[in-house]
């Protein structure tokens, strides 16, 4: 398996634009995870899905940030409109939800930049 | 889940082992100890989890306390490739269900040549 899949790798866009980030989870995983790092605030999880189901977003900042997961093998991360205050880099997640004490894994993440 | 901390940074020489300390004092019965590591620029990445028993893997060892209030994690040879963030996590488990994953600011490991 390639592992979790995101992309793009890096996005430079302006401020006021809409920004989309995917995340192709690991085949078979039915748990996946949106998380925003910056040297600030560290790693936050913004958003988690079961079985393409919204769990929780209490982590998502406000209403411009947006998430959906369609079905199982794609996910977006919707910014609209973006801020230079929303520059981080963005990781997603997957897991298996089958058994106990599976492991996470992460994707390279998107490093995105608001100017 | 239950709190963890840890120092904010350490270091050891290449080919010694390295020991990563982590407290969780307030952890429960049904929470497991997790722990990852971020190299510079790359996702976060799995190393080993353990509920009472020490475990022991390809990566590394967790040794944790009788009293499970606390854990550490060995990296047995340092290599300049293990310099990297690593966090320690307690999280409910719990079969069928799911439970999130929240890191903390974790401890800054610098192996020296």
């Known amino acids: 398996d390639a592992g979790v899949i995101q992309s793009p790798r890096h996005e430079v866009t302006e401020m006021g634009q809409e920004v989309t980030l995917r995340c192709k989870p690991i085949?078979?995983?039915?748990?996946l995870f949106w998380y925003r790092q910056t040297m600030m605030r560290g790693l936050e999880l913004l958003i988690y899905?079961?079985?393409?189901?919204?769990?929780?977003d209490s982590g998502m900042p406000e209403d411009r940030f947006s998430a959906k997961m369609p079905n199982a093998s794609f996910s977006t991360l919707k910014i609209q409109p973006s801020e230079p205050r929303d520059s981080a880099v963005y990781f997603c997640?997957?897991?298996?939800?089958?058994?106990?004490?599976?492991?996470?894994?992460f994707g390279q993440g998107t490093r995105l930049t608001v100017v | 889940d239950a709190k963890t901390t840890q120092p904010p940074s350490m270091d050891c020489a290449e080919g010694r082992a390295a020991n990563l300390p982590c407290n969780h004092s307030?952890?429960?019965?049904?929470?497991?100890v997790y722990w990852y590591r971020q190299i510079h620029s790359q996702g976060p990445q799995y190393i080993i989890h353990?509920?009472?028993n020490n475990e022991t893997n390809e990566m590394a060892s967790l040794i944790i306390t009788e009293d499970r209030k606390s854990s550490t994690l060995i990296l047995p040879h340092a290599t300049l490739r293990d310099t990297a963030v690593y966090y320690c996590?307690?999280?409910?488990?719990?079969?069928?269900?799911?439970?999130?994953?929240?890191f903390g600011k974790g401890i800054t490991l610098s192996v020296r040549p």
């Open positions: 997640a997957s897991r298996s939800q089958g058994g106990v004490n599976t492991e996470a894994f």
């Open positions: 085949s078979g995983h039915n748990s």
């Open positions: 899905f079961n079985n393409n189901v919204p769990i929780d």
């Open positions: 307030t952890i429960s019965g049904n929470e497991y």
């Open positions: 353990g509920l009472k």
């Open positions: 996590i307690v999280r409910v488990e719990r079969a069928g269900a799911n439970s999130k994953l929240t």
